[in-house]
Antibody
Framework: QVQLHQWGAGLLKPSETLSLTCAVY????????WSWIRQPPGKGLEWIGE???????TYNPSLKSRVIISVDRSKNQMSVKLGSVTAADTALYYC?????????????WGQGTLVTVSS | SYELTQPPSVSVSPGQTASITCSGD??????ACWYQQKAGQSPVLVIY???KRPSGIPERFSGSNSGNTATLTISGTQAMDEADYYC?????????FGGGTKLTVL
């Protein structure tokens, strides 16, 4: 059974850098794409970007200038860094897996990490 | 940028059929999928590739996609189906989600 477990700092000040990590257990890491998705309190889902096992990335154009997603294949982990955070970045952040084919859905999700940006 | 539009809320009586729509430009030309999110939980995939159900998803969940509209249909809706539902598709290499629909079973 595939499980995604994520962690990271939950409280940041404006202008700091958000940093989260997601570990994959019970399944193959290669052959899939790994995404970060966020959800502001009481609002909908927003895709941040994704990475494959070889390190190729694609980012949401609205966040591209501030986001870096990386992968550590030796640990079956991926990470996200979001720079220059503001209160608008306060959200529940999820990691998720999808297949390699274009249009494949997100079939496994992490438990979510609440990140609050406040001075 | 590509947008997917969902009604903010849908209400249904227990045992009846609920339909949730998702509209986007030429959405029918690509795959749409649907996620269920219950309060305090991570989203769960309920429909993918327009019409397919993942293992473990009840048969009462079905989907369609044609023209500019994808539809999630829940037949014989149960109280446990009360949740937020999100459609999702791709705009080139960017994943796009609809704004979500709150399904109330009353």
């Amino acid at each position: 059974q595939v499980q995604l477990h994520q962690w990271g700092a939950g409280l940041l000040k404006p202008s700091e850098t958000l940093s989260l990590t997601c570990a994959v257990y019970g399944g193959s890491f290669s052959g899939y794409y790994w995404s970060w998705i966020r959800q502001p309190p009481g609002k909908g889902l927003e895709w941040i970007g994704e990475i494959n096992h070889s390190g190729s990335t694609t980012y949401n154009p609205s966040l591209k200038s501030r986001v870096i997603i990386s992968v550590d294949r030796s640990k079956n982990q991926m990470s996200v860094k979001l720079g220059s955070v503001t209160a608008a970045d306060t959200a529940l952040y999820y990691c998720a897996r999808r297949g390699r084919a274009h249009g494949d859905p997100f079939d496994y999700w992490g438990q979510g990490t609440l990140v609050t940006v406040s001075s | 940028s590509y947008e997917l539009t969902q009604p903010p809320s849908v209400s249904v009586s227990p045992g009846q059929t609920a339909s949730i729509t998702c509209s986007g430009d030429e959405l029918g030309d690509q795959y749409a999928c649907w996620y269920q999110q219950k309060a305090g939980q991570s989203p769960v995939l309920v429909i993918y590739q327009n019409t397919k159900r993942p293992s473990g998803i009840p048969e009462r969940f079905s989907g369609s996609n044609s023209g500019n509209t994808a539809t999630l249909t829940i037949s014989g809706t149960q109280a446990m189906d009360e949740a937020d539902y999100y459609c999702q598709a791709w705009d080139s290499s960017t994943a796009v989600f609809g704004g979500g629909t709150k399904l109330t079973v009353l």
